[in-house]
């Protein structure tokens, strides 16, 4: 079964402000390019982005798709998706990954999904992947790599040490999300690997993506944007982790700046970005 740790509205309204948005990465031509061949003949080319979250890179394929549909099995995600959805071709649906009856056999060009398959049942999303894609259709799995992610005080005269000790403090935050996972999703995580079709064709390419947060309360919106740290919080309502966490960060950025709170921070990562054509 799939893990459900995104399903409260205030995590969704984090989410949609403080995590990764994709804009200006370039993901989405990579993927066109993997499949110009096989769409420019097609008129009624269609995207599913799975385990859409917000809509953060769902978006970002509408304009270059006749229709475009993201799905979640979150409803506060898919509410606040909808909230911002303009585009008229852009629909989102609450759903699981391992299940798409709403999408016929051989109808889909690229399915996609960012950042969401650790937390899939694989070999069945796969198979519902298999399903769904058109001969020649694509895949393109985006993992969130957290074992080079980087907390940087984004200032001028950069200063090393506090900045390796907030990716340090930060590298302790996100694993103790990650902890909240099950055995698979840590597995995942922590190999930046996933399960994969049986296809022939694959490329595979990386990309880093940077957040900028106005200071440790905006920080503060991030921590509360991870689902395995909300799971925690609501195990242990008398926990004061997220306050310690800020207080930590405050200190540390005050060995050096004059203001720690309002201190602008960076939050990078890589994304390990896997496509593959099915025959
Ligand atoms: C870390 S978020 C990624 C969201 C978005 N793709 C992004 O890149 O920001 C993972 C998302 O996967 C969704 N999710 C988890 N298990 C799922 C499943 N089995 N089927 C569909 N969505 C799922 C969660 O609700 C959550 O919104």
Known sequence: MSERHFEDSSLAENYEKYRLQYTDLGIEDNALTFLREELKEDPQSLAVDVGCGTGQFTVLLAPRFSKVIGVDCSSAQISVAKQKAIEGNLEYREGVAEHLPFLGDNSVDLVTTMGAMQ?????????????????????????????????????????????????????????????????????????????????????????RALKHFNGVHEFEGFMKSFGGLRTYLQENPNSTMINDYKERLTEILGAVFSSPKTTPLAYAMDLKMSMYRKP
């Open 119 to 207: 937390y899939f049942d694989a070999p069945q999303f796969l198979a519902e992947v298999h399903r769904v894609l058109k001969p020649r259709g694509c895949l393109m799995i985006g993992i969130f790599d957290v074992t080079n992610l980087s907390l940087h005080a984004d200032t001028e005269g950069k200063n090393s040490t506090v900045n390796e000790r907030c990716t340090s403090l930060c590298r302790e935050i996100v694993n103790v999300s990650i902890q909240q996972l099950g055995e698979n999703a840590q597995k995942m995580f922590y190999t930046v690997d996933h399960p994969s079709p049986d296809y022939p064709e694959f490329q595979s390419f990386s990309k």
